[in-house]
């Protein structure tokens, strides 16, 4: 079978470039193993996807070249993508810092997208394994025979202009002149992720930037797990910190650690082995109001003090140890012990919970490989990389979504 492009991994940022790319004429084939496509994208967002971030901008990223993932997302917005979404009148709503959420299902998304790829003519087969990519002209090895033979560079890039892909699959093998790897990260491995991206990105030569559980939930030691598991389920405002870097949002104490949006946001910039602080009252100067209160209130109790500020069960759970029980009977410097207690609390996660929860994966095909304009490996002419597969992460909030668009887009006008 001969088709122009084929396209492997039928989730957000494949579906999306097989769609724009499909509107050229051109005839694309998009493969994937999984019996469903975008099942991430259906259970995203809490089942509401969160689609895009209207405040999405480079600085929202982390990768090993911050500079790499501007050129995409600046010719594919969020607003290019809600327009897309208003033209199939689905409702959203802002939830909260530009994040779009739909009103109803993520299905609907899902829906969308595959609707815009059939209507361009995408055909997509589901249910498919990739067994091996082959291209004789464009491996490294083979591209250095060429030469050796040629005797000359010339004849090399006249191979190359002329290479294209072998994709054998479960059901039959097909001839292309392109090749798009969209087969995401390793995230959530009972979803259908695997690391087949990196592997091809291997076989033609590519770095790989090591790949690291995102946006994932980090656990306690034995030491602090006990003592907190009374806290499971209490959540609260918080600013966490990671050296220069800090997030402000909802904090949740688990059975196993910590999560909620801060804490999915700071383990992205978070190694084994570093503390991340924490402030359980931002923007309250803990030590003047407890000042303050000894002098007020001097008969105040710690845990009736604190629960003015935090969850009840976190305020006893603190309170519980001090050796006081009431302010007037405590220093200066036992104050500021406690207030450091609440504005500044470092812990050391034992980890995270790895990849089984990560929403993402850091790390992925190094950028330096490609095109930041077109997402081609620069080795392998014709070899293209989208989505969560190159090493581009976004922060949570949509970004990752818009990053999936804007790459597929990008890679779509090359194609
Ligand atoms: C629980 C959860 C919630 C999330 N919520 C949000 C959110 O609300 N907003 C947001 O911006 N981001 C969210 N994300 C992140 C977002 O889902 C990803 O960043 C995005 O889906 C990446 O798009 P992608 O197309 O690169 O990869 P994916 O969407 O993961 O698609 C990859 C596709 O490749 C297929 N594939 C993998 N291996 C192979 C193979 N060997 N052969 C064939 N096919 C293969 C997979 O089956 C899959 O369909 C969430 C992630 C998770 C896990």
């Not at 005797?151 to 006249?158: P, R, T």
């Not at 995102?214 to 030691?221: E, G, H, I, S, Y």
């Not at 006990?226 to 688990?254: I, Q, R």
Request: aromatic share 8%; with cysteine.
């Amino acid at each position: 079978m001969n088709v122009d492009i084929v396209i492997i991994g039928a989730g957000a940022a494949g579906m999306m470039c097989a769609a724009q790319a499909g509107t050229k004429g051109r005839r694309i084939l998009l493969i994937d193993h999984a019996d469903k496509p975008g099942e991430k994208i259906r259970i995203s967002g809490g089942g509401r996807c969160n689609f895009t971030n209207q405040f999405c901008t480079p600085k929202n990223f982390l990768s090993n070249n911050p500079h790499f993932c501007k050129s995409a997302l600046s010719r594919y917005s969020p607003q290019d993508f809600i327009d897309l979404v208003n033209r199939y009148n689905i409702a959203w709503h802002e939830k909260s810092k530009g994040q779009l959420f739909c009103d109803g299902k993520s299905q609907q998304i899902v829906d969308m997208l595959v609707n815009e790829a059939e209507k361009a003519g995408v055909q997509i087969w589901l249910g498919t394994d990739v067994l091996d990519i082959h291209c004789p002209q464009n491996s490294p090895k083979n591209r250095v025979d060429t030469c050796i033979e040629s005797g000359s560079e010339n004849h090399m890039a006249e191979g190359n202009a002329r290479s294209g892909f072998i994709v054998t699959t479960s059901r039959q093998s097909i001839n292309c002149e392109k090749l798009v790897i969209a087969c995401g990260g390793p995230s959530i491995p009972k979803m259908g992720a695997t690391n087949f991206g990196y592997k091809i990105a291997a076989q033609f030569g590519l770095n790989i930037i090591e790949p690291v559980p995102a946006l994932v939930p980090l656990t306690f030691t034995d030491k602090l797990k006990e003592p907190l598991k009374s806290l499971a389920g209490v959540s609260l405002d918080c600013k966490v910190s990671h050296e220069a870097v800090d997030f402000e949002e909802a904090l949740l104490f688990t059975h196993r650690g910590l999560s909620g949006p801060a804490v999915l946001q700071i383990s992205s910039y978070w190694s084994a082995g570093d503390m991340i602080t924490l402030d359980l009252a931002p923007r309250t100067p803990m030590f003047e109001r407890l000042k303050t209160a000894r002098e007020l209130s001097p008969r105040q109790s710690p845990q009736s003090f604190l629960s003015n500020y935090l969850p009840a069960r976190l305020a006893q759970m603190i309170a519980a140890g001090q050796k006081f029980d009431r302010l007037a009977d405590m220093s200066d410097k036992a104050l500021c012990n406690l207030a450091l207690m609440i504005n500044s609390w470092m812990v050391k996660p034992a980890g995270s919970e790895g990849f089984r929860t990560a929403e993402v994966t850091k790390g992925g095909v190094d950028t330096q490989a490609l095109s930041s304009k077109t997402m081609e490996a620069k080795a392998a002419p014709g070899l293209y990389f989208i989505g969560e597969v190159v090493d581009v992460t976004g922060h949570l909030g949509g970004h990752n979504f818009q990053w999936a668009w804007a790459s597929g887009v990008a890679c779509a006008q090359d194609l």
